[in-house]
């Protein structure tokens, strides 16, 4: 059976237009062509939801060889990918054709670049020369190497059940702890010598023995190079050894902390930009600390997150000391300046004063030095400014910080700075727990200046999220260019009030009405952009007076003139007895009274 002929009865089977059936032949040919040259895939850079899917399916197809069951078992692969998104069938399949097109183009730049090591000939060449091994032999005996090789970087971890061939076993024993080596060098010899061994126990069959070996070692890394790699196994390679291009440390380095740290990550990839020292830095903390962690994938990650922390920590506390004894310089003036700018910006009063002094007289620099918080503003714009690096934008950003501090507040550019400052620099379980709004400080809350609030979010551990904090009958949204989006539902938040602390999915304003009667008036503040019909009730274009709407909405509505409408989550009569509403009436805003979404 031929690509053609699959792709035919995959799009009779989902109900697709027969034009397709070029495309479909096309990805399987592709993956195919993908599967059997048994090239190793980075699977965190394949990010498209339906390609993984369908790598992931086409691993039950490992053991058909032959052409034919092949393509039989890509097609029923490429079918339940298909299926998973129905709706938009065509679309998934454009999608995959592309993606494999350019996955095929890269295995084949990578197999025209595939010539075996020299080390791992030299060390094959040995063992035949003595066996007397044929040439044919000898390079499937590379290829076992090579393939226990891959499979060692690719730092799965294999259950006890995934080998059960007693010769493979003592193999993998041996290549799982032996450390590669330049170029493989150590890796080749002793694993190689290991073989001989193996060959030598039972020279009759020394072709059948190779010829397993070589299926075998091929099968298994088959199987397993599209699984997601053991952050323990990785971390302890990447500082066992630290030989890699630092660009492929940090990339590796940043797959192994969790979902829940993306603005850690994030904000490590950016202090690593040409920053050798510091990913060593991070190397050694992170193996000082893992001497006295289990092999768990969760705390291994976690130990990074502390490894990172304590390097930034290290790193920008060096740079500080560093400029208080070049007190002369305009380095260190210029460091002086720019902090008073970020103490301004986040509403530090007394570190501006104290900064302030230092400009005036530099006697002052002694006790600055004594001051935890004024050097914590100091090592905290070393920070920024080695994020802001390799990114002129945020350089600029840092600039006008300078010249207006209250304006750069919402500068979107320095907020992302003090986030990502702001994770490097906390360790997690000596982070403030927020258990509701009133551990937010009234002063900070009630300061209008959302940066500093947002700041103490993100230091208080509750970075990557949305917002919405209830204090004292105000609301606020952090960040605060959500605001719109979460009071007309279009975006999940965590809601902060006096209560305690609650998550909500993106919610209709109607759905809001059909909850327990206690949470209704969470989402009275949702409104939502109606179709252009001509209402159908009266009450939908009534006139209701301000202060009236102000109860109805929690107080949400603002002045400045528009035609929104919103629904009543309790009952209205007008007190000059003209009309009366009802709870689940909607009405449409004709005035309100600020225009400020967040209060």
Request: aromatic fraction near 6%; glycine fraction near 4%.
């Amino acid at each position: 059976m031929t690509a053609i002929e699959t792709a035919c009865k995959v799009a009779s089977k989902l109900n697709i237009d027969p034009s397709y059936s070029v495309k479909i032949s096309g990805i399987l040919s592709n993956l195919q062509e993908i599967k059997q040259s048994n090239t190793p895939l980075v699977y965190q850079k394949i990010t498209d939801d339906s390609l993984r899917k369908l790598l992931d399916l086409s691993l039950e197809c490992d053991g058909q060889k032959e052409g034919a069951a092949l393509l039989q078992s890509l097609g029923d692969a490429l079918e339940k990918t298909i299926k998973a998104n129905l709706a938009h069938k065509l679309e998934t399949i454009d999608s995959l054709h592309a993606l494999t097109l350019d996955l095929t183009s890269k295995v084949r730049e990578e197999q025209s670049k595939k010539i075996l090591p020299v080390s791992v000939m030299e060390s094959v060449c040995k063992v035949a020369s003595k066996l007397h091994i044929d040439p044919a032999l000898s390079i499937k005996m590379s290829n076992i190497l090579c393939n226990l090789l891959r499979i060692k970087q690719s730092f799965v971890l294999l259950s006890g059940n995934e080998i059960t061939d007693g010769n493979l076993k003592l193999l993998w024993k041996v290549a799982s702890i032996c450390e590669d080596g330049p170029e493989g060098i150590l890796f080749f010899t002793t694993v190689g010598d290991l073989l001989e061994n193996i060959i030598r126990a039972d020279l009759d069959h020394k072709a059948d023995i190779i010829n397993s070996l070589h299926t075998l070692t091929a099968d298994l890394f088959s199987r397993i190079r599209y699984r997601k790699p053991n952050k323990a196994l990785l971390l302890k390679n990447l500082i066992r050894n630290n030989i890699i291009v630092k660009d492929d440390v940090v990339e590796k380095l940043s797959s192994i902390l969790t979902e829940d740290d993306l603005g850690v990550r994030s904000a490590f990839q950016h202090m690593s930009e040409e920053n050798p020292e510091f990913i060593d830095k991070v190397l050694q903390n992170a193996a000082s600390m893992l001497k006295y962690v289990p092999a768990d994938e969760r705390k291994t990650a976690h130990t990074l997150h502390r490894a990172i922390i304590k390097a930034v920590a290290e790193t920008s506390e060096r740079k500080v000391q560093k400029m208080l004894q070049k007190t002369e310089s305009k380095d260190f003036y210029s460091l002086v300046d720019d902090a008073i700018g970020l103490a301004k910006a986040l509403g530090l009063g007394d570190v501006v004063l104290m900064l302030t002094d230092i400009l005036k007289d530099s006697k002052s620099i002694p006790i600055l030095a004594k001051d935890p918080i004024v050097m914590e503003v100091l090592k905290r714009l070393t920070i920024m400014r080695q994020l802001a690096g390799k990114r002129p934008n945020f350089g600029y950003a840092l600039h006008e910080l300078k010249s207006d501090p209250y304006a750069a507040r919402n500068d979107p550019r320095l907020r992302q700075l003090v986030r990502e400052s702001a994770v490097l620099m906390v360790i997690p379980e000596e982070s403030y727990v927020l258990r509701s709004s009133e551990d937010i400080p009234c002063s900070l809350f009630f300061g209008d200046n959302c940066l500093a609030v947002e700041d103490f979010m993100v230091r208080s551990r509750q970075s990557g999220s949305t917002f919405l904090i209830l204090k004292r009958g105000v609301q606020m949204v952090v960040p605060r260019e959500a605001a719109r989006d979460v009071l007309t539902g279009k975006v999940p938040y965590t809601l902060l009030d006096e209560n305690g602390i609650q998550y909500f999915k993106p919610l209709h304003v109607f759905n809001a009405l059909n909850l327990p009667k206690v949470a209704t008036n969470r989402f009275s503040n949702y409104g939502y952009s109606p179709k252009q019909t001509k209402p159908t009730r009266s009450a939908s274009s009534t006139r209701v007076p301000d202060d009236a709407m102000k109860n109805l909405t929690n107080g949400s509505c603002s002045s400045q003139e528009m035609e929104e409408e919103f629904v009543l989550v309790k009952d209205y009569n007008a007190t000059n007895g003209s009309f009366y509403l009802s709870q689940g009436e909607r009405v449409k805003v004709l005035k309100t009274d600020d225009d400020d979404p967040t209060l």
